[in-house]
């Protein structure tokens, strides 16, 4: 799309009414062609309708049709751009140039399916140009996908400065007050701009307030007045501005010069003095042989960020950065950001935010519409792909000049997006507020009944408090979650087994998410037998070894874990001895791994001692009777010392201190099971977590 670079600073929509001109007579041929070649496309397009509506020649006709169609996407009036290409390719079907442009119009109006229909149809007529078209194809796929995907993004229209005019490029200046582009009526001059029949531009001021600052989000905005029209604003083209983080130094655009003498747009610069601003200077890599534009300067004032069509770039208008020296008080030459960023068409109006990240306008990369918003990360010549902002940001019309506040929550662009009140109007997004849920239910592994009154312990990354809830009568629980925070989680249930320990995130969420965590338990297993791995004997000895210590160690912490669990330890011996010693023996082992387990503080009811001696051997090692099958080695032996626990219910009703202390629990026993202490225990207790000791059944 050939355009002006004047037109792309300033209009990037424009539908006004044609104007008319002197000079050849209108309404005829030659009048048409002679104000296109002008680039008046207003009143070459009132003419080429003029002679469309009354030619009897053919091919006048089609010349009139088409042209008519041209002048109306020149100044971006998408909708009559639409209506005359259809009639232009009706009537002359080989026209793909129209054909192209009928496919881009729809797809600028957001008729996305229609547009596919339009680019599959000129991509076969026009193979050599089918990487284009299939470009614009994913373009409006893409579209249609975004459009019902989450967004925290709420757009709203500032129709209380807006007018019917274009309205566009907002800036930041000071705490209270926006800066913006405008070809409104009654600007500094009262002269019309022949490429979009309005007023030439100015910058306005507004100031805002917000009233109430529990919702930042209700802004009431001022009456838009002119921006220093003594200094800042000339008879011709001004806009697109920005300032320094003092907001002592003004960087904006003006076209033609301040005598309207200039032969381009260039970037002018001002310092304030006081309460006004001192006289404009263009800055020194400006030239008036090529057109800059659109500046954006970062936080520290050192590198200056714009949009020029100079020669040796990647496409029509490419952005590029100059730094400022301050030994010399000069700006350098101009840098482009590369191909990364600028495309083979336009890109324009870039926006650099304190953090480092670029937000650009571009036609050149896949997008929605006719122009759309990107971001890009990265500094230099070295960035990042850039990324679409998508929808609600981008729209099937042209979205530009972008704006974000600190916190990138909320900011200004301009669209002629559907339901605007002019021709570009300026839009207000911000993002609503993200919230994270976390629910689910807790259930039996087996029979998948809900499980009420299930504890749930959930810890985080941002801090070290732990939160502990029960899930309510149906089992289920909700809870808040912060943003960018991991989160683990396991449920505890007096009858049963803890969950496995599970993993929740928020981080990487870009919108509110409602996440779901069920906990599945399993049922103490009573009865079932299961074997310490690590606690065997010397021969005809019931000490415990030091590796015997740490593992009966599990156990303790299993039983302060489940604190209503009752358990039995059984003890076992080898065949070689006669059975009645082993039995005995086998039952002071028994002892003194009870006798440990209750020296750390466990009350012995929860416990028995259970002696088998030799009647459970895990081998065929046996050495007396009828069933003697072979000699086993001494390793084949001691797999039969050993000691073994099973579950046997959970219906120990936990003591506090007092009453342990009055049952005589406090007092060490001796860990050989020479004196008394832990026979006939009981056992029991349930809750959980994850700290079972290394067992085998």
């Known amino acids: ?61 089609k010349e009139a ?42 797809k600028g109006n957001s008729k996305f399916t229609e547009a596919i229909v339009e680019f599959n149809a000129y991509k076969k007529a026009n193979p050599a140009n089918a990487v284009e078209a299939e470009k614009q194809i994913k373009g409006c796929e893409n579209a249609l996908k975004w459009k019902n995907e989450k967004t925290r993004y709420l757009i709203e229209n500032l129709k209380g400065i807006n007018s019917k005019w274009s309205d566009f490029a907002p800036a930041w200046y000071k705490k209270d007050q926006v800066i913006f582009t405008s070809d409104r009526d009654n600007g500094a001059s009262k002269k019309i701009y022949g490429w979009t029949g309005n007023q030439y531009t100015d910058l306005y001021a507004v100031n805002y307030k917000i009233p109430e600052k529990r919702n930042p989000n209700l802004i009431k905005w001022g009456i838009p007045v002119l921006f220093d029209k003594d200094k800042i604003n000339s008879p011709f083209n001004d806009g697109t501005a920005c300032f320094d983080s003092k907001f002592s130094n003004i960087y904006y655009t003006l076209c033609s010069g301040k005598d309207g003498k200039g032969k381009s747009c260039r970037i002018y610069s001002a310092a304030a003095t006081g309460s006004e601003w001192g006289d404009p200077a263009p800055l020194s890599f400006s030239s008036d042989s090529f057109n800059c534009g659109h500046p954006s300067i970062t936080k520290d004032g050192q590198i200056l960020y714009f949009s020029s069509d100079m020669p040796g770039g990647y496409g029509g208008k490419d952005i590029y950065y100059v730094t400022y020296t301050k030994r010399s008080k000069s700006w350098g030459d101009p840098i482009n950001l590369g191909p990364v960023i600028n495309s083979a068409g336009d890109e324009m109006f870039p926006f650099i935010h304190e953090d480092g990240t670029l937000y650009f306008s571009s036609n050149g990369h896949m997008g929605l519409g006719g122009v759309d918003i990107f971001y890009a990360k990265g500094s230099g010549t070295d960035w990042s792909d850039p990324i679409n902002m998508k929808s609600p940001v981008n729209s099937g019309g042209d979205d530009f000049s972008i704006i974000l506040s600190k916190d990138k929550e909320s900011g200004y662009f301009a669209s002629n997006r559907e339901g605007g009140k002019g021709q570009d109007d300026i839009y207000r997004f911000y993002m609503t507020p993200l919230v994270f849920t976390l629910s689910g239910v807790a259930r039996d592994k087996f029979t998948k009944e809900i499980l009420p ?22 089992g289920s629980y909700k809870i808040p979650l912060k943003a ?5 989680l396991f449920g505890a249930h007096e009858d049963y087994y803890d969950s496995k320990l599970e993993f929740q995130t928020t981080k990487g969420l870009e919108v509110s998410t409602d996440l779901v965590q069920d906990f599945i338990l399993e049922p103490f297993n009573f009865e079932t037998i299961f074997t310490l791995e690590g606690i065997y004997y010397d021969l005809d000895k019931a000490d415990l070894r030091a590796r015997s210590k740490e593992v009966l160690d599990t156990i303790v912490q299993l039983m302060n874990r489940y604190p209503k669990i009752r358990l039995e330890l059984g003890s076992h011996t080898d065949c070689r001895s006669d059975s009645i010693y082993n ?31 030799e009647t459970k051997l895990v081998n065929d090692c046996a050495c007396e009777g009828s069933w003697i099958k072979r000699k086993c080695t001494e390793e084949e032996h001691q797999m039969n010392r050993r000691t073994t626990f099973k579950l046997l219910d959970n219906k120990y009703i936990p003591k506090n201190k007092q009453e342990m202390k009055d049952s005589g629990n406090s007092s060490k026993t001796d860990e050989t099971g020479k004196q008394g202490g832990a026979k006939g225990s009981k056992a029991a207790s349930k809750s959980g977590v994850n700290t079972s000791p290394p067992l085998k059944k």
Request: proline share 1%; with cysteine; glycine share 4%.
């Open 1 to 61: 799309m050939k355009k002006l670079f004047l037109f792309s600073i300033f209009s990037i929509s424009i539908f006004a009414v044609f104007l008319q001109s002197c000079g050849t007579k209108k309404g005829t041929m030659a009048a048409a062609r002679e104000a296109f070649t002008k680039k008046e496309f207003f009143v070459a397009g009132d003419n080429y309708k003029a002679v469309y509506s009354k030619t009897k020649n053919q091919e006048e006709k």
């Open 65 to 106: 049709c088409f042209k008519t169609a041209e002048c109306y996407r020149l100044s971006n009036d998408i909708k009559n751009a639409e209506n005359w290409y259809r009639k232009a390719v009706k009537i002359d079907p080989k026209n793909s140039e129209a054909e192209l442009h009928l496919a881009q119009s729809l």
């Open 453 to 474: 009154n299930t504890v749930l312990s959930i810890t985080n990354s941002f801090d070290s408090i732990k939160l502990i809830i029960k899930t309510d009568k149906a």
């Open 484 to 488: 960018k925070t991991d989160y683990e």
């Open 583 to 613: 039995m005995g023996l086998s039952q002071r082992r028994a002892d003194s791994a009870v006798n440990f387990i209750v020296s750390k503080g466990i009350d012995p009811e929860r416990l028995i001692a259970k002696g088998y001696g």
